[in-house]
């Protein structure tokens, strides 16, 4: 995931910062540190990618779409 696929992820959630923070049990400052595209510890991103995951969003991560997401319909 890539600072830009996450700020797109939040958008289509309508999520905060903060909202992904405490979804992802990190910090704001973390979270922002990584869309302002510092460095953070993989494992970071990880935790970041999956709570986003667990809203239904998902990363296109080659191909000619690369570097977009999606959110799936529930159900």
Do not use: N
Request: net charge positive; with cysteine.
């Amino acid at each position: 995931m890539t600072p830009t696929q996450c700020r797109m992820a939040r958008a289509a959630l309508e999520w905060s910062a903060q909202d992904l923070a405490d979804a992802a049990g990190v910090g704001y400052a973390t979270v922002a540190r990584f869309e302002l595209g510092k460095s953070v510890q993989d494992a970071t991103v990880a935790k970041l990618r999956s709570a986003l995951e667990a809203h239904r969003i998902r990363f296109i991560d080659s191909g000619k779409m690369a570097g977009g997401i999606f959110r799936m319909r529930a159900g």
